[in-house]
């Protein structure tokens, strides 16, 4: 009752809500292309990071969407009691190659 009756507690969900926003687009940010890349391509880390920061910059809205549907997938699969993640979790592994193909591999050939 602490957490949602007082105004510290209402504080406290706030700061940890919006550092928690901070911190899964920071990590949203490095990981959307560079994880499929490291699978795809002889690079190292850094260079799938910076391609990922890349991406991030010159396509934010169209990520932001695609982490929005990731949100939900998983928002799915925690209120089917995670089976909808035996969907879910596929589904958007595919769909983040196809991204991650269209976003990286058809612009360099271009």
């Not at 949203?28 to 890349?54: E, G, H, K, Y």
């Not at 990520?63 to 596929?90: D, E, K, Q, S, Y």
Request: proline share 2%; aromatic share 12%; glycine share 8%.
């Amino acid at each position: 009752m602490t957490l949602f009756g007082t105004w510290n507690g209402f504080q406290l969900l706030v700061a940890g809500t919006v550092s928690g926003a901070v911190i899964a687009f920071m990590i949203f940010s490095i990981s959307a292309i560079s994880v499929p890349m490291l699978i795809d391509r002889n690079c190292n880390a850094f260079d799938a990071i910076q391609t990922s920061w890349s991406a991030m910059r010159h396509n934010r809205m169209q990520l932001l969407l695609w982490g929005g549907i990731l949100v939900a997938i998983i928002i799915v699969g925690f209120l089917t009691m995670f089976v909808g993640l035996i969907v879910g979790f596929p589904l958007a592994a595919h769909a983040t190659w196809h991204a991650y193909r269209d976003l990286v591999v058809k612009q360099a050939s271009e």
